[in-house]
């Protein structure tokens, strides 16, 4: 895996104000563009990693919305690999989810909560 180090020489993805032209845009939302989606998704997780590792040294609560489907899944793998490799906790972690489909039940395969268990929570503390 491609250290934290080489991760933030690659692409830095905190936020930043948007340039003087850029006021005038129709979009606001801060937004990085990779070329690459295995960097993309470790740089992802290593940030999440960092937010989660901040919150647990403030003793507080690590809340995230997180999604489903294809696009999440290499950064759900990457923070696996943290916490068995790196000994990241998810303790002090909350998620919700951003949607969920009505009236199916949780265990079902398609559903996002089963989703979620699959590729994350039985995977982490």
Not at 78 to 90: M, N, T
Not at 100 to 123: D, G, I
């Amino acid at each position: 895996m491609i250290a934290e180090e080489q991760l933030r020489n690659l692409k830095d993805i905190s936020y930043q104000e948007a340039g003087i032209y850029e006021n005038t845009r129709f979009e606001k939302i801060h937004n990085v563009v990779f070329d690459d989606s295995n960097i993309a998704s470790t740089i992802v997780a290593a940030e999440i990693a960092a937010l989660i590792r901040k919150k647990q040294e403030e003793n507080t609560p690590c809340v995230l919305g997180l999604a489903t489907g294809s696009s999440p899944i290499k950064v759900y793998e990457e923070l696996v690999r943290l916490h068995k490799e790196e000994g990241l906790s998810f303790e002090n972690v909350v998620t919700f989810n951003l949607d969920e489909y009505y009236p199916m039940t949780k265990q079902n395969v398609q559903s996002y909560h089963y989703f979620m268990h699959e590729y994350l929570f039985n995977h982490v503390d």
